[in-house]
């Protein structure tokens, strides 16, 4: 090993000596890797790949903690959304793996024998972030197998379990699909689909409450074509004229071509969520009047519930992939349940930082793990990549209790599966399984997760790369994808593979 490795090396377990890293036994540091498998190291790996920015990255041996690579290891930098390991954590430990969420039908009065509700109906959400078209097609059907025919009241639609929240982050394009509205009622992602078509000479455009099994149309958003839109995009959004009227969007007629489609974020989902189940309660036989916003109590006696999957479930398609609107409302539900404020995303997202520091065993307030939301979509949360293998190795040590008989359900069983070899790539000494969540925003880049030998030392690893200065210099906010941003977030997938296969071939393998 050459006197700069030393110096590195040396370094690295003098930062992880610090009282930061305080769930870490003192352990003498791993020996060397062998000679015949020392291959390029990360040093060499990150030069080579000539990426513009900032590099941190690390790998820990699992069991011990002990650091054996490393560099820029407390550099705060944009998780993008690997941040959704910790919002998983956080729920995990506060609500627990079995939590359900419910939306509910609501009677407040008495349903007389000719089905007749002489009272208002209500609409409560419950947080589920996976509602959608089926979800109130079942509770419309259960309120009439439960004899509902008419209401006389008002049909009331309540999301005040949960802030609403217009969007998650401000600093994304108005017409991002990944930067809807976040509540208590969550439908179809808080998305709808608007597709569009040229029939006899005119554009015709259809706007969906899509889902995988119901996409009825809904009055709740409208999309006007129009020749050129004020700002000059393709897309503006006007907002709602009322507080009973539709969202308005409006496209650039000659921007859509013979036909096509995409996805618009809802900015009102309680009114969104009510017009689809006034839809579907008249598909199931009960006259409902249009929806107007109100409040009930939370009772246990109701008409009609529907239950979401368990939370680990939810968690793993969150990880999977990437749902800003699931990680944003569970880490809502979860500060909540510890009875932190949810006024706010940063006020809640707080709450997880504080959460997250006892969980991980360092200091409180640490300015190298500061989330302001829960998806990681905002590009002002900061987190190190030495916080994040914390966080890893604690969730290994931990465990949560599963539902099949109480067995210990780990993190790792959550994190989808990812590939680290390129092909043509000469693969390592030893086959490894990689789970690991990714992450991106424009010039940011990172990935987090365990490396899993079949036979050797098990590994925890982060690595964040971002170009801050390249997306500081973005000039149109609106453009989803600016110029250069996929060639260097290819490029820095790329050295994440790379570091990986090194790591398996000088660390991992027995």
């Known amino acids: ?52 920015g900032r590099v941190a990255y690390i790998v820990v041996d699992l069991e011990t903690g002990a650091p ?78 439960a004899g509902l025919k008419k209401v006389e009241g008002q049909f009331l639609v309540d999301d005040k379990l949960l802030p609403a929240i217009e969007r998650i982050d401000a600093t994304q394009p108005e017409i991002a699909g990944y930067n809807p509205a976040v509540g208590a009622l969550n439908l179809n992602y808080n998305r709808v689909f608007a597709e569009w078509r040229r029939k006899g000479g005119n554009e015709v455009m259809n706007v969906e409450a899509r889902a ?13 074509i129009v020749d050129a839109t004020t700002s000059g995009a393709v897309f503006d959004y006007l907002g709602a004229a009322d507080a009973g009227g ?10 859509l071509g013979a036909s096509g489609g995409r996805w618009l974020p809802v900015r009102r989902p309680g009114p969104y969520a009510g017009e ?50 699931t990680a944003e409302t569970v880490g809502m539900a979860a500060t909540r349940a510890v009875g932190g404020s949810a006024d706010s995303l940063a006020a809640s997202a707080a709450s997880m930082n504080a959460w997250a520091a006892g969980f991980a065993g360092f200091a409180p307030g640490a300015p190298d793990f500061r989330l302001v939301n829960f998806s990681g979509l905002s590009p002002d949360s900061r987190v190190s990549a030495r916080r994040l293998v914390e966080l890893l190795v604690a969730a290994e040590k931990r465990g949560f209790p ?58 925890a690893f982060a690595i964040i790369t ?22 260097w977030a290819g490029r820095s997938r790329a050295l994440q593979r790379a570091l990986i296969r090194s790591w398996i071939t000088r660390f991992a393998a027995p």
């Open 246 to 255: 539709p969202e308005i969007w409006r496209v650039a007629r000659g921007a």
């Open 276 to 325: 689809v189940m006034r839809g579907r309660a008249a598909e199931a036989g009960i006259a409902l009047s249009p929806p107007t916003m109100g409040a009930a109590p939370i009772v246990p006696d109701v008409l009609a519930r529907v239950e979401s999957r368990s939370l680990a479930d939810i968690l793993a398609d969150m990880l999977k992939y990437s749902t800003n609107l």
């Open 68 to 145: 054996l690579e490393g560099g820029d290891i407390d550099l705060p930098l944009p998780p993008a959304s690997v941040a959704k390991v910790a919002t998983a954590l956080f729920a995990l430990d506060t609500l627990g793996p079995d939590h359900r969420f419910e939306t509910r039908l609501v009677a407040l009065g008495p349903l007389d024998e000719n089905g007749v509700l002489n009272g208002d109906l209500v609409l409560q959400g419950g947080g589920d972030p996976e509602t959608d078209t089926h979800t109130l097609d079942l509770l419309a059907f259960r309120a009439a197998e």
């Open 402 to 459: 599963a539902l099949d008989g109480g067995r210990a359900a780990k993190l790792k069983g959550l994190l989808p599966q990812r590939r680290y070899l390129d092909e043509g790539t000469t693969p390592p000494p030893v086959e490894a399984s990689v789970r690991a969540k990714t992450g991106t925003l424009n010039f940011v880049s990172a990935l987090a997760g365990y490396i899993e030998p079949d036979h050797g030392r098990r590994l």
């Open 466 to 487: 971002a170009d801050l200065a390249a997306r500081d210099a973005i000039v149109d906010k609106e453009i989803e994808i600016p110029s250069g941003a996929r060639a």
């Open 1 to 52: 090993m050459s006197a700069v490795r030393r110096a590195a090396l040396a370094a690295l377990l003098a930062l992880f000596a610090a009282p930061g890293f305080a769930g870490a036994p003192n352990v003498a540091p791993p020996p060397a890797p062998r000679p015949d498998r020392a291959g390029p190291d990360a040093l060499t790996l990150v030069a080579e790949a000539e990426l513009s």
């Open 212 to 224: 995988n099994t119901l996409s009825p149309p809904t009055e709740a958003v409208r999309v006007e």
